[in-house]
Protein backbone atom coordinates (compact mmCIF):
# COMPACT_ATOMS: atom_id res chain seq x y z
CA UNK A 1 0.00 0.00 0.00
CA UNK A 2 1.74 3.31 -0.87
CA UNK A 3 2.22 5.50 1.65
CA UNK A 4 -0.37 8.31 2.65
CA UNK A 5 1.04 11.65 2.53
CA UNK A 6 -0.49 14.22 4.98
CA UNK A 7 -1.96 18.14 4.04
CA UNK A 8 -1.49 20.93 5.82
CA UNK A 9 -3.87 23.51 4.71
CA UNK A 10 -2.88 27.43 4.85
CA UNK A 11 -5.26 29.60 4.48
CA UNK A 12 -5.93 33.41 4.96
CA UNK A 13 -8.53 35.75 6.60
CA UNK A 14 -9.08 40.03 6.84
CA UNK A 15 -6.41 41.21 4.82
CA UNK A 16 -4.06 40.00 1.77
CA UNK A 17 -0.76 39.38 2.09
CA UNK A 18 -0.88 38.69 5.90
CA UNK A 19 2.26 36.25 5.60
CA UNK A 20 0.91 32.80 5.22
CA UNK A 21 4.13 32.10 2.91
CA UNK A 22 5.80 32.53 5.81
CA UNK A 23 4.00 30.93 7.84
CA UNK A 24 3.68 27.93 5.86
CA UNK A 25 7.37 28.12 5.02
CA UNK A 26 8.45 28.09 8.24
CA UNK A 27 5.65 24.95 9.76
CA UNK A 28 7.50 22.78 7.01
CA UNK A 29 11.09 23.93 8.05
CA UNK A 30 9.77 22.81 11.74
CA UNK A 31 8.88 19.43 10.47
CA UNK A 32 11.71 19.30 8.59
CA UNK A 33 13.68 19.26 11.42
CA UNK A 34 11.57 16.19 12.67
CA UNK A 35 13.22 14.57 9.70
CA UNK A 36 10.14 14.50 7.78
CA UNK A 37 10.35 15.09 4.11
CA UNK A 38 8.25 18.34 3.62
CA UNK A 39 6.91 19.24 -0.24
CA UNK A 40 4.47 22.22 -0.71
CA UNK A 41 2.13 23.18 -3.22
CA UNK A 42 0.95 27.35 -3.53
CA UNK A 43 -2.88 27.84 -4.69
CA UNK A 44 -3.04 30.92 -7.05
CA UNK A 45 -6.66 32.20 -7.89
CA UNK A 46 -5.83 34.44 -10.75
CA UNK A 47 -6.85 33.41 -14.12
CA UNK A 48 -3.05 33.43 -15.89
CA UNK A 49 -1.65 30.44 -16.55
CA UNK A 50 1.35 31.22 -14.53
CA UNK A 51 3.07 34.36 -12.83
CA UNK A 52 5.46 34.81 -16.43
CA UNK A 53 3.30 38.11 -17.71
CA UNK A 54 2.64 40.09 -14.39
CA UNK A 55 4.34 42.70 -13.57
CA UNK A 56 7.04 42.85 -10.14
CA UNK A 57 5.21 46.50 -9.28
CA UNK A 58 1.75 44.27 -9.18
CA UNK A 59 2.25 41.11 -8.03
CA UNK A 60 6.22 40.82 -6.87
CA UNK A 61 9.02 38.72 -8.15
CA UNK A 62 8.46 36.41 -10.71
CA UNK A 63 10.32 33.17 -9.13
CA UNK A 64 11.89 31.00 -12.12
CA UNK A 65 11.82 27.15 -11.20
CA UNK A 66 14.30 24.38 -12.55
CA UNK A 67 11.90 23.33 -15.00
CA UNK A 68 11.96 26.65 -16.38
CA UNK A 69 8.07 27.42 -14.77
CA UNK A 70 7.28 31.17 -14.08
CA UNK A 71 5.97 31.44 -10.52
CA UNK A 72 4.53 32.96 -7.40
CA UNK A 73 6.97 34.47 -5.29
CA UNK A 74 6.31 31.97 -2.33
CA UNK A 75 7.41 29.07 -4.04
CA UNK A 76 10.73 30.85 -3.85
CA UNK A 77 10.09 31.29 0.10
CA UNK A 78 9.37 27.22 -0.09
CA UNK A 79 12.28 26.24 -1.93
CA UNK A 80 14.52 28.63 0.89
CA UNK A 81 13.18 27.48 3.99
CA UNK A 82 12.31 23.72 2.85
CA UNK A 83 15.70 22.90 0.58
CA UNK A 84 13.58 21.73 -1.93
CA UNK A 85 13.49 21.91 -6.02
CA UNK A 86 9.70 22.45 -7.00
CA UNK A 87 8.17 22.04 -10.44
CA UNK A 88 5.71 24.30 -12.26
CA UNK A 89 2.74 21.86 -10.89
CA UNK A 90 3.40 23.15 -7.31
CA UNK A 91 1.91 26.53 -8.36
CA UNK A 92 -1.66 25.67 -9.49
CA UNK A 93 -3.62 28.76 -10.46
CA UNK A 94 -7.87 29.02 -11.74
CA UNK A 95 -5.98 29.39 -15.74
CA UNK A 96 -3.99 26.04 -14.95
CA UNK A 97 -7.33 24.30 -13.26
CA UNK A 98 -9.55 25.82 -16.56
CA UNK A 99 -7.62 24.93 -18.87
CA UNK A 100 -7.36 21.35 -18.00
CA UNK A 101 -10.57 20.54 -17.00
CA UNK A 102 -11.84 22.64 -21.10
CA UNK A 103 -8.85 20.58 -22.78
CA UNK A 104 -10.55 17.03 -21.40
CA UNK A 105 -13.83 18.22 -22.14
CA UNK A 106 -12.41 18.65 -25.87
CA UNK A 107 -11.44 15.20 -25.99
CA UNK A 108 -14.91 14.06 -24.63
CA UNK A 109 -13.37 12.54 -21.60
CA UNK A 110 -16.52 13.67 -19.85
CA UNK A 111 -18.82 11.52 -22.09
CA UNK A 112 -21.20 14.05 -22.81
CA UNK A 113 -22.55 15.36 -19.15
CA UNK A 114 -22.44 19.39 -18.26
CA UNK A 115 -19.08 20.04 -16.98
CA UNK A 116 -19.38 21.98 -13.84
CA UNK A 117 -17.90 24.19 -11.13
CA UNK A 118 -19.01 20.96 -8.76
CA UNK A 119 -17.76 18.30 -9.12
CA UNK A 120 -15.26 18.56 -12.21
CA UNK A 121 -13.25 22.16 -11.37
CA UNK A 122 -13.13 20.65 -7.47
CA UNK A 123 -12.49 17.02 -8.44
CA UNK A 124 -9.17 18.61 -10.67
CA UNK A 125 -8.34 20.97 -8.17
CA UNK A 126 -7.78 17.76 -5.82
CA UNK A 127 -6.55 15.02 -8.20
CA UNK A 128 -3.61 17.97 -9.04
CA UNK A 129 -2.80 18.31 -5.34
CA UNK A 130 -2.62 14.67 -4.33
CA UNK A 131 -0.81 14.08 -7.57
CA UNK A 132 1.88 16.78 -6.50
CA UNK A 133 1.91 16.10 -3.20
CA UNK A 134 3.38 13.04 -3.88
CA UNK A 135 5.70 13.98 -6.08
CA UNK A 136 9.54 13.84 -4.46
CA UNK A 137 11.20 16.75 -3.76
CA UNK A 138 14.61 16.47 -3.42
CA UNK A 139 17.68 14.17 -4.45
CA UNK A 140 16.77 11.40 -2.24
CA UNK A 141 13.84 10.52 -4.32
CA UNK A 142 11.88 10.16 -0.83
CA UNK A 143 7.79 10.41 -1.46
CA UNK A 144 6.82 13.23 0.63
CA UNK A 145 5.33 13.03 4.41
CA UNK A 146 3.65 16.48 4.80
CA UNK A 147 2.84 18.43 1.67
CA UNK A 148 2.16 21.92 2.39
CA UNK A 149 -0.64 23.65 0.35
CA UNK A 150 -0.98 27.61 0.87
CA UNK A 151 -4.18 29.07 -0.40
CA UNK A 152 -3.80 32.23 -1.69
CA UNK A 153 -6.16 35.13 -1.46
CA UNK A 154 -8.65 35.69 1.36
CA UNK A 155 -11.26 33.95 2.73
CA UNK A 156 -14.82 35.36 0.99
CA UNK A 157 -12.89 36.17 -2.10
CA UNK A 158 -15.17 35.03 -5.39
CA UNK A 159 -12.14 33.32 -7.20
CA UNK A 160 -11.40 31.54 -4.55
CA UNK A 161 -14.52 29.80 -3.88
CA UNK A 162 -13.97 26.91 -6.14
CA UNK A 163 -10.79 25.92 -4.03
CA UNK A 164 -12.29 26.91 -0.85
CA UNK A 165 -14.68 24.17 -1.66
CA UNK A 166 -12.41 22.01 -3.19
CA UNK A 167 -10.44 22.04 0.15
CA UNK A 168 -13.58 21.02 1.73
CA UNK A 169 -14.25 17.59 0.11
CA UNK A 170 -10.61 16.84 0.05
CA UNK A 171 -10.16 16.69 4.01
CA UNK A 172 -12.66 13.51 3.39
CA UNK A 173 -10.98 12.37 0.75
CA UNK A 174 -7.75 11.78 2.81
CA UNK A 175 -9.07 11.27 5.92
CA UNK A 176 -9.45 13.44 9.25
CA UNK A 177 -5.77 12.20 10.56
CA UNK A 178 -4.15 13.65 7.42
CA UNK A 179 -5.56 17.08 6.87
CA UNK A 180 -4.70 20.26 9.34
CA UNK A 181 -6.06 23.26 8.44
CA UNK A 182 -3.52 26.27 9.56
CA UNK A 183 -5.77 29.74 9.49
CA UNK A 184 -3.75 32.94 9.21
CA UNK A 185 -5.60 36.16 10.28
CA UNK A 186 -5.11 39.64 11.54
CA UNK A 187 -5.61 40.95 15.33
CA UNK A 188 -5.18 44.91 14.84
CA UNK A 189 -3.56 47.12 17.59
CA UNK A 190 -6.41 50.10 17.61
CA UNK A 191 -6.78 53.35 19.93
CA UNK A 192 -4.15 55.49 21.49
CA UNK A 193 -3.71 52.83 24.20
CA UNK A 194 -2.96 50.00 21.52
CA UNK A 195 -5.92 47.74 22.41
CA UNK A 196 -5.38 44.70 20.46
CA UNK A 197 -9.09 43.67 18.56
CA UNK A 198 -9.95 39.73 18.18
CA UNK A 199 -13.03 40.97 15.90
CA UNK A 200 -11.77 40.34 12.61
CA UNK A 201 -10.27 37.16 13.04
CA UNK A 202 -13.90 35.97 14.75
CA UNK A 203 -15.68 37.08 11.74
CA UNK A 204 -12.82 35.43 9.42
CA UNK A 205 -13.64 32.00 11.33
CA UNK A 206 -17.11 32.19 10.72
CA UNK A 207 -17.03 32.56 7.45
CA UNK A 208 -14.42 29.74 7.27
CA UNK A 209 -17.01 27.80 8.76
CA UNK A 210 -19.40 28.92 6.64
CA UNK A 211 -17.92 27.46 3.78
CA UNK A 212 -17.49 24.01 5.34
CA UNK A 213 -13.75 24.33 6.93
CA UNK A 214 -13.00 24.64 10.47
CA UNK A 215 -9.15 25.77 11.07
CA UNK A 216 -7.00 23.03 13.48
CA UNK A 217 -4.56 25.69 14.20
CA UNK A 218 -5.00 29.96 14.35
CA UNK A 219 -1.96 31.67 13.24
CA UNK A 220 -2.39 35.14 14.34
CA UNK A 221 -0.31 38.19 12.80
CA UNK A 222 -0.08 41.27 14.82
CA UNK A 223 2.57 43.75 15.54
CA UNK A 224 2.68 43.11 19.25
CA UNK A 225 2.84 39.69 21.66
CA UNK A 226 -0.85 38.45 23.11
CA UNK A 227 -2.14 40.97 25.81
CA UNK A 228 -3.36 38.94 28.38
CA UNK A 229 -6.79 37.42 27.97
CA UNK A 230 -6.62 37.64 24.31
CA UNK A 231 -5.75 33.81 23.65
CA UNK A 232 -8.23 32.46 25.77
CA UNK A 233 -11.04 34.96 24.17
CA UNK A 234 -9.46 33.87 20.13
CA UNK A 235 -9.79 29.87 21.74
CA UNK A 236 -13.45 30.61 22.89
CA UNK A 237 -15.04 32.28 19.71
CA UNK A 238 -13.63 30.48 17.08
CA UNK A 239 -13.60 27.46 19.02
CA UNK A 240 -10.05 26.05 18.46
CA UNK A 241 -8.30 25.27 21.95
CA UNK A 242 -5.93 27.50 23.39
CA UNK A 243 -2.77 25.62 23.02
CA UNK A 244 -3.55 25.78 19.30
CA UNK A 245 -3.45 29.71 18.70
CA UNK A 246 -0.39 31.43 17.86
CA UNK A 247 0.62 34.97 18.16
CA UNK A 248 3.25 35.61 15.24
CA UNK A 249 4.08 38.90 16.37
CA UNK A 250 6.51 41.09 14.63
CA UNK A 251 10.01 39.58 14.99
CA UNK A 252 13.65 40.30 14.63
CA UNK A 253 13.55 38.82 11.21
CA UNK A 254 11.46 36.06 9.69
CA UNK A 255 13.94 33.73 10.13
CA UNK A 256 13.07 34.04 13.73
CA UNK A 257 9.54 32.92 13.06
CA UNK A 258 10.13 29.10 13.16
CA UNK A 259 11.68 29.97 16.38
CA UNK A 260 8.56 31.56 17.37
CA UNK A 261 6.04 28.90 16.34
CA UNK A 262 8.61 25.79 18.18
CA UNK A 263 8.53 27.73 21.16
CA UNK A 264 4.72 27.88 21.48
CA UNK A 265 4.29 24.28 20.61
CA UNK A 266 3.44 24.32 17.07
CA UNK A 267 5.43 20.91 16.95
CA UNK A 268 3.34 19.43 19.89
CA UNK A 269 -0.18 20.67 17.82
CA UNK A 270 0.84 18.80 14.35
CA UNK A 271 2.27 16.01 15.97
CA UNK A 272 -0.44 15.83 17.81
CA UNK A 273 -2.77 16.51 14.98
CA UNK A 274 -1.62 13.97 12.47
CA UNK A 275 -0.57 11.42 14.28
CA UNK A 276 3.22 11.76 13.42
CA UNK A 277 4.23 9.84 15.77
CA UNK A 278 3.24 6.96 13.56
CA UNK A 279 5.60 7.81 11.17
CA UNK A 280 8.57 5.78 10.27
CA UNK A 281 11.73 7.75 10.47
CA UNK A 282 15.49 6.52 10.50
CA UNK A 283 17.91 7.54 13.21
CA UNK A 284 20.00 8.63 10.54
CA UNK A 285 17.12 11.03 8.83
CA UNK A 286 16.19 12.31 12.16
CA UNK A 287 19.78 13.25 13.25
CA UNK A 288 20.26 15.54 10.18
CA UNK A 289 16.96 17.32 10.94
CA UNK A 290 18.64 18.12 14.68
CA UNK A 291 21.47 19.35 12.72
CA UNK A 292 19.61 21.63 10.76
CA UNK A 293 17.74 23.25 13.27
CA UNK A 294 21.09 23.92 15.20
CA UNK A 295 22.32 25.55 12.04
CA UNK A 296 19.07 27.36 11.67
CA UNK A 297 19.18 28.89 15.19
CA UNK A 298 22.81 30.26 14.78
CA UNK A 299 21.85 31.87 11.50
CA UNK A 300 18.64 33.69 13.16
CA UNK A 301 21.13 34.46 15.96
CA UNK A 302 23.56 35.88 13.64
CA UNK A 303 20.76 38.24 11.71
CA UNK A 304 20.08 39.85 15.48
CA UNK A 305 23.19 40.24 16.52
CA UNK A 306 24.95 44.11 15.88
CA UNK A 307 27.39 42.80 13.05
CA UNK A 308 29.51 45.17 11.08
CA UNK A 309 27.59 46.52 8.39
CA UNK A 310 27.97 46.39 4.16
CA UNK A 311 26.49 48.78 2.21
CA UNK A 312 25.10 47.28 -1.21
CA UNK A 313 23.68 49.62 -3.87
CA UNK A 314 20.55 47.73 -5.63
CA UNK A 315 20.16 49.97 -9.15
CA UNK A 316 16.49 48.90 -10.61
CA UNK A 317 13.56 49.83 -12.16
CA UNK A 318 10.99 48.46 -9.55
CA UNK A 319 12.87 49.45 -6.52
CA UNK A 320 9.30 51.15 -5.25
CA UNK A 321 8.20 47.25 -4.33
CA UNK A 322 10.92 45.27 -2.72
CA UNK A 323 9.20 42.23 -2.98
CA UNK A 324 9.84 42.94 -6.90
CA UNK A 325 13.69 41.77 -6.37
CA UNK A 326 12.74 39.74 -3.03
CA UNK A 327 15.19 36.83 -4.44
CA UNK A 328 18.65 39.64 -4.88
CA UNK A 329 17.41 40.72 -1.13
CA UNK A 330 17.42 37.14 0.01
CA UNK A 331 20.32 36.25 -1.49
CA UNK A 332 22.20 39.34 -0.26
CA UNK A 333 21.37 38.34 3.08
CA UNK A 334 22.54 34.89 3.46
CA UNK A 335 25.58 35.64 1.91
CA UNK A 336 25.86 38.19 4.34
CA UNK A 337 25.26 36.66 7.63
CA UNK A 338 27.46 33.84 5.81
CA UNK A 339 30.52 36.24 6.48
CA UNK A 340 29.32 37.38 9.45
CA UNK A 341 28.34 40.66 8.21
CA UNK A 342 25.08 42.87 8.43
CA UNK A 343 23.81 43.63 5.02
CA UNK A 344 22.67 47.07 4.84
CA UNK A 345 20.71 48.09 1.51
CA UNK A 346 20.38 51.38 -0.48
CA UNK A 347 17.79 51.54 -3.21
CA UNK A 348 18.15 52.95 -5.97
CA UNK A 349 15.97 54.11 -8.91
CA UNK A 350 18.33 53.26 -12.13
CA UNK A 351 16.42 56.14 -14.14
CA UNK A 352 16.96 59.02 -10.73
CA UNK A 353 20.99 58.67 -12.02
CA UNK A 354 20.34 59.58 -15.42
CA UNK A 355 21.08 63.38 -16.56
CA UNK A 356 17.25 64.05 -17.52
CA UNK A 357 16.90 63.90 -13.97
CA UNK A 358 19.39 66.37 -12.90
CA UNK A 359 17.51 69.17 -14.82
CA UNK A 360 14.04 67.69 -14.06
CA UNK A 361 14.74 66.87 -10.10
CA UNK A 362 17.91 67.72 -9.24
CA UNK A 363 17.55 66.27 -5.69
CA UNK A 364 16.67 63.03 -6.19
CA UNK A 365 19.51 62.67 -8.50
CA UNK A 366 22.11 63.94 -6.19
CA UNK A 367 20.38 61.63 -3.48
CA UNK A 368 20.61 59.04 -5.63
CA UNK A 369 24.45 59.21 -6.51
CA UNK A 370 25.45 59.84 -3.16
CA UNK A 371 23.70 56.70 -2.43
CA UNK A 372 25.96 55.02 -5.20
CA UNK A 373 28.61 56.48 -4.43
CA UNK A 374 28.88 55.34 -0.81
CA UNK A 375 27.77 51.54 -1.21
CA UNK A 376 31.23 49.34 -0.44
CA UNK A 377 29.54 46.86 -3.48
CA UNK A 378 27.19 47.82 -6.43
CA UNK A 379 24.67 45.03 -7.52
CA UNK A 380 22.14 45.36 -10.92
CA UNK A 381 19.49 43.00 -11.07
CA UNK A 382 17.40 41.69 -14.11
CA UNK A 383 14.84 43.59 -15.85
CA UNK A 384 13.07 44.08 -18.81
CA UNK A 385 12.14 47.55 -20.76
CA UNK A 386 14.46 50.20 -21.75
CA UNK A 387 13.12 52.46 -18.59
CA UNK A 388 16.04 53.43 -16.23
CA UNK A 389 18.68 51.28 -18.70
CA UNK A 390 21.20 54.47 -19.02
CA UNK A 391 20.86 54.77 -15.34
CA UNK A 392 22.05 51.14 -15.04
CA UNK A 393 25.12 51.88 -17.57
CA UNK A 394 26.34 54.23 -15.55
CA UNK A 395 26.68 52.31 -12.70
CA UNK A 396 28.81 49.84 -14.33
CA UNK A 397 30.39 52.32 -15.21
CA UNK A 398 31.07 53.57 -11.84
CA UNK A 399 31.85 50.15 -10.52
CA UNK A 400 34.34 49.54 -12.93
CA UNK A 401 36.36 52.80 -12.76
CA UNK A 402 36.26 52.96 -9.07
CA UNK A 403 36.88 49.55 -8.91
CA UNK A 404 33.88 49.25 -6.79
CA UNK A 405 32.47 45.68 -6.67
CA UNK A 406 30.09 44.85 -9.03
CA UNK A 407 27.30 41.96 -9.22
CA UNK A 408 25.55 41.83 -12.74
CA UNK A 409 22.56 39.56 -13.26
CA UNK A 410 20.99 38.99 -16.40
CA UNK A 411 20.27 42.88 -17.79
CA UNK A 412 22.96 44.08 -15.46
CA UNK A 413 25.74 42.22 -16.96
CA UNK A 414 24.22 43.36 -20.61
CA UNK A 415 24.46 46.72 -19.41
CA UNK A 416 27.90 46.21 -18.37
CA UNK A 417 28.53 44.82 -21.65
CA UNK A 418 27.29 47.91 -23.06
CA UNK A 419 29.35 49.81 -21.02
CA UNK A 420 32.66 48.33 -21.70
CA UNK A 421 31.94 48.05 -25.26
CA UNK A 422 31.18 52.13 -25.41
CA UNK A 423 33.68 53.73 -22.65
CA UNK A 424 36.89 50.94 -23.08
CA UNK A 425 36.27 49.48 -26.54
CA UNK A 426 35.51 52.59 -28.31
CA UNK A 427 31.54 51.70 -29.83
CA UNK A 428 30.43 54.79 -29.17
CA UNK A 429 27.06 53.71 -30.14
CA UNK A 430 26.86 50.00 -28.61
CA UNK A 431 23.15 49.46 -27.49
CA UNK A 432 21.01 45.96 -26.93
CA UNK A 433 18.81 45.34 -29.64
CA UNK A 434 16.00 45.07 -27.55
CA UNK A 435 15.77 49.20 -27.09
CA UNK A 436 17.10 50.06 -30.05
CA UNK A 437 16.13 46.98 -32.88
CA UNK A 438 18.22 48.77 -35.54
CA UNK A 439 21.05 49.63 -33.84
CA UNK A 440 24.47 50.14 -35.92
CA UNK A 441 26.65 48.15 -32.94
CA UNK A 442 24.39 45.74 -31.10
CA UNK A 443 25.98 44.87 -28.27
CA UNK A 444 23.19 42.59 -26.84
CA UNK A 445 21.43 40.64 -29.46
CA UNK A 446 18.03 38.34 -29.81
CA UNK A 447 18.26 34.95 -29.19
CA UNK A 448 17.54 33.62 -32.84
CA UNK A 449 14.85 30.59 -31.02
CA UNK A 450 12.69 32.93 -29.24
CA UNK A 451 9.00 33.58 -30.53
CA UNK A 452 9.22 37.11 -31.26
CA UNK A 453 5.03 37.00 -31.30
CA UNK A 454 3.82 35.34 -27.85
CA UNK A 455 4.91 36.51 -24.53
CA UNK A 456 3.91 33.64 -21.98
CA UNK A 457 6.55 31.27 -21.73
CA UNK A 458 8.69 31.54 -24.53
CA UNK A 459 11.68 33.02 -22.87
CA UNK A 460 14.91 30.75 -22.71
CA UNK A 461 13.91 29.40 -19.04
CA UNK A 462 15.45 27.21 -16.03
CA UNK A 463 18.32 25.40 -15.44
CA UNK A 464 21.03 25.00 -18.03
CA UNK A 465 24.22 24.09 -17.61
CA UNK A 466 27.58 26.98 -18.38
CA UNK A 467 30.49 25.44 -18.29
CA UNK A 468 33.75 27.10 -17.54
CA UNK A 469 36.39 27.38 -19.82
CA UNK A 470 39.63 25.93 -20.68
CA UNK A 471 41.84 28.52 -20.28
CA UNK A 472 44.40 30.36 -17.48
CA UNK A 473 42.54 33.27 -17.27
CA UNK A 474 39.32 30.87 -16.42
CA UNK A 475 41.29 28.79 -13.88
CA UNK A 476 42.42 31.98 -11.96
CA UNK A 477 39.11 33.59 -11.95
CA UNK A 478 38.03 34.25 -8.58
CA UNK A 479 34.14 33.53 -9.78
CA UNK A 480 35.46 29.96 -10.83
CA UNK A 481 36.96 29.17 -7.14
CA UNK A 482 33.65 30.84 -5.45
CA UNK A 483 31.84 27.96 -7.44
CA UNK A 484 34.38 25.52 -5.81
CA UNK A 485 36.85 25.26 -8.96
CA UNK A 486 33.67 23.38 -10.52
CA UNK A 487 33.96 22.75 -14.53
CA UNK A 488 30.05 23.20 -15.01
CA UNK A 489 27.53 24.31 -13.19
CA UNK A 490 23.86 24.61 -13.71
CA UNK A 491 21.94 27.73 -12.58
CA UNK A 492 18.34 28.84 -13.78
CA UNK A 493 17.86 31.74 -16.82
CA UNK A 494 14.86 33.90 -17.62
CA UNK A 495 15.97 35.74 -20.77
CA UNK A 496 15.54 36.50 -24.38
CA UNK A 497 18.20 38.76 -25.35
CA UNK A 498 21.88 37.56 -25.36
CA UNK A 499 25.79 39.14 -25.72
CA UNK A 500 26.70 39.56 -29.24
CA UNK A 501 29.14 36.87 -29.96
CA UNK A 502 30.61 38.86 -32.84
CA UNK A 503 32.45 41.51 -30.44
CA UNK A 504 33.61 38.82 -27.87
CA UNK A 505 37.07 38.83 -29.16
CA UNK A 506 37.58 42.57 -29.10
CA UNK A 507 35.62 43.15 -25.61
CA UNK A 508 38.35 39.90 -24.00
CA UNK A 509 41.19 42.29 -25.79
CA UNK A 510 40.45 44.53 -23.86
CA UNK A 511 40.53 43.17 -20.26
CA UNK A 512 36.62 41.63 -19.99
CA UNK A 513 36.74 37.61 -20.25
CA UNK A 514 33.88 35.67 -20.30
CA UNK A 515 34.76 33.26 -18.35
CA UNK A 516 31.46 30.47 -18.48
CA UNK A 517 29.79 29.66 -21.55
CA UNK A 518 26.70 27.43 -22.31
CA UNK A 519 27.49 23.88 -22.42
CA UNK A 520 25.49 23.16 -25.34
CA UNK A 521 26.79 25.27 -28.16
CA UNK A 522 29.85 27.39 -26.30
CA UNK A 523 28.85 30.52 -28.15
CA UNK A 524 26.14 31.90 -25.82
CA UNK A 525 28.16 34.04 -23.17
CA UNK A 526 27.16 33.07 -19.58
CA UNK A 527 29.80 34.87 -17.02
CA UNK A 528 32.04 37.95 -17.81
CA UNK A 529 34.65 38.82 -15.33
CA UNK A 530 36.72 42.06 -15.62
CA UNK A 531 40.72 41.81 -15.43
CA UNK A 532 42.30 43.56 -12.44
CA UNK A 533 39.54 44.37 -10.63
CA UNK A 534 38.36 43.67 -6.69
CA UNK A 535 35.35 42.07 -7.96
CA UNK A 536 33.36 42.97 -11.25
CA UNK A 537 31.02 40.07 -12.32
CA UNK A 538 28.56 39.80 -14.41
CA UNK A 539 26.34 36.74 -14.94
CA UNK A 540 23.40 36.10 -17.85
CA UNK A 541 21.83 33.89 -15.14
CA UNK A 542 19.81 34.70 -12.14
CA UNK A 543 21.70 32.70 -9.26
CA UNK A 544 19.28 34.24 -6.83
CA UNK A 545 17.14 31.67 -7.68
CA UNK A 546 18.89 28.87 -6.24
CA UNK A 547 20.23 30.73 -2.86
CA UNK A 548 20.17 29.39 0.56
CA UNK A 549 19.79 30.14 3.85
CA UNK A 550 22.36 27.92 5.02
CA UNK A 551 24.19 27.88 1.37
CA UNK A 552 24.66 30.92 -0.10
CA UNK A 553 24.70 31.70 -3.82
CA UNK A 554 28.54 32.10 -5.48
CA UNK A 555 28.07 35.13 -6.74
CA UNK A 556 26.33 36.60 -4.10
CA UNK A 557 28.77 35.65 -1.88
CA UNK A 558 31.63 36.60 -3.86
CA UNK A 559 30.28 40.81 -3.96
CA UNK A 560 29.85 40.20 0.13
CA UNK A 561 33.51 39.08 0.67
CA UNK A 562 34.48 41.25 -1.99
CA UNK A 563 32.75 44.79 -0.42
CA UNK A 564 33.97 43.80 2.93
CA UNK A 565 37.29 42.81 2.10
CA UNK A 566 36.95 39.44 2.53
CA UNK A 567 37.65 38.31 -0.87
CA UNK A 568 41.28 37.66 -0.79
CA UNK A 569 41.76 35.77 2.29
CA UNK A 570 38.83 33.75 1.36
CA UNK A 571 40.30 32.37 -1.82
CA UNK A 572 43.41 32.00 -0.08
CA UNK A 573 41.38 29.43 2.47
CA UNK A 574 41.07 31.77 5.37
CA UNK A 575 38.78 31.17 7.93
CA UNK A 576 35.96 33.64 8.48
CA UNK A 577 34.76 32.33 11.06
CA UNK A 578 36.83 31.64 14.49
CA UNK A 579 34.45 30.12 16.90
CA UNK A 580 33.85 26.12 14.96
CA UNK A 581 30.78 25.65 16.89
CA UNK A 582 29.24 28.73 15.31
CA UNK A 583 29.88 27.49 11.71
CA UNK A 584 27.67 27.88 9.37
CA UNK A 585 27.69 25.01 6.34
CA UNK A 586 29.83 27.69 4.12
Same mark, same amino acid.
Given at each position: MAKQTKYIIVSGGVISGIGKGIIASSTGLL????????????? /?????????????? %?????????????????????ERYLDVTLTRDNNITTGKIYREVIDKERRGDYLGKTVQ? @??? +???????????????????????????? @???????? %? +??????????????????? =????? +??????????? @??????????????????????? /???????????EEGIREKLSMFCQVSPKQVFSVHDCESLYHVPILLREQGMIDVLTNRLKLNALSISKEIMLEGDTLWTQWREFARRRARDLDATTIAIVGKYTYLADSYISVVKGLEHAALNVKRKINIKWVEASDLEEKTMHKDPLKYHEAWQHLCAADGILVPGGFGERGVEGKVLAAKWAREHNVPYLGICLGMQVAVIEFARNVCGMADAQSAEFREGCETPAIVFMPEIDRTTMGGTMRLGSRPTKF?????????????????? =???????????????????????????? @??? /????????????? =???????????????????????????????????????????? =??? %???????KL
Open positions: LKTLGLTVTSIKI /DPYLNIDAGTLSPL %DHGEVFVLDDGGEVDLDLGNYV @VPH +ITNAIQDWVERVGAMPTSDTGRTPDVCI @VELGGTVG %D +IESAPFIEAMRQFQFRVGH =DNFCL +IHVSLVPVVGA @VGEQKTKPTQASVRDLRGLGLSP /DILACRSALPFQDSEVARRSAIKKLYGNA =DEVHERHRHRYEVNPEIVKELEGKGMQF @VGR /DAETGERMEILEL =DGHAYFVGVQYHPEYLTRPLNPSPPFLGLLLAASGQLEAYLAGE =DLV %DDAETKL
